[in-house]
């Protein structure tokens, strides 16, 4: 099917666990984006990517590592989970610059004990 | 600290009533201005975006406007249906990949 997905749509693991949460988009998008929702905060940038092997900072992204190796992958991992943790992760794409309407994933919801 | 604050933080109205939705941010500095859709327990859908130099924009029922100068943005809604009860996000594009969210807006449309 065309468009975002991610993988899983549910998880729960706990404190100290490696876990990482898979993006993928068929739109050939350069630019890709990882945010995190929680009550309280609304979404706030995690990491994002401009084209293949070029990633950068968002607003949090202290505890988590991402990767591109590929246009349509951007895998977001949780490298010692921390029960702060717990949220709703969204990935999102654009297509030529990142000023470009953003289009969003159906989120995942990670709980961590 | 570039802020964006979505008021009210809920409303409820009756099917058929238009009505508008606020956001409004602390920096003028804006590249865009999105305006969101989101399901409970699903993802964003993008409703409009507006370039730092339009104004507004359109889209069916639906009609945003910018005022940079002010720090405000208003989403209009026409002659409202129990379908669009969800929650509408307004999000400020910066430098053109920060993308500061509001809390949303919570619409309830009573049939």
């Known amino acids: 099917d065309a468009g975002i997905t991610q993988s899983p749509r549910y998880k729960i693991t706990e404190t100290g666990r490696q876990v990482t949460l898979m993006c993928h988009q068929t739109w050939s998008h350069s630019y890709m984006f990882w945010y995190r929702q929680d009550l309280g905060h609304g979404l706030r940038l995690i990491y994002y990517s401009a084209a293949a092997d070029i990633t950068d900072k968002g607003e949090v992204p202290d505890g988590y590592v991402v990767s591109r190796s590929k246009t349509e992958n951007f895998p977001l991992t949780l490298e010692s989970a921390t029960r702060s943790q717990t949220s709703v992760y969204f990935c999102?794409?654009?297509?030529?610059?990142?000023?470009?309407?953003?289009?969003f994933g159906p989120g995942t919801r990670l709980t961590v004990l | 600290k570039q802020e964006v604050t979505q008021i009210p933080a809920a409303l409820s109205v009756p099917e058929g009533e238009n009505l508008v939705l606020n956001c409004s941010f602390t920096d003028s500095a804006i590249y865009n201005l999105q305006w969101f859709r989101q399901d409970p327990g699903k993802g964003l859908t993008s409703l409009l975006l507006?370039?730092?130099?339009?104004r507004e924009q359109t889209s069916g029922r639906l009609n945003a406007s910018l005022d940079k100068s002010s720090g405000r943005s208003t989403l209009y809604i026409a002659a409202s249906q129990p379908g669009d009860s969800a929650t509408y996000l307004c999000a400020v594009n910066y430098n053109n990949n920060d993308m500061r969210f509001g809390a949303g807006t919570r619409l309830t449309v009573k049939p």
């Open positions: 999102a794409s654009s297509e030529a610059r990142g000023g470009d309407e953003q289009f």
């Open positions: 507006i370039q730092s130099s339009q």
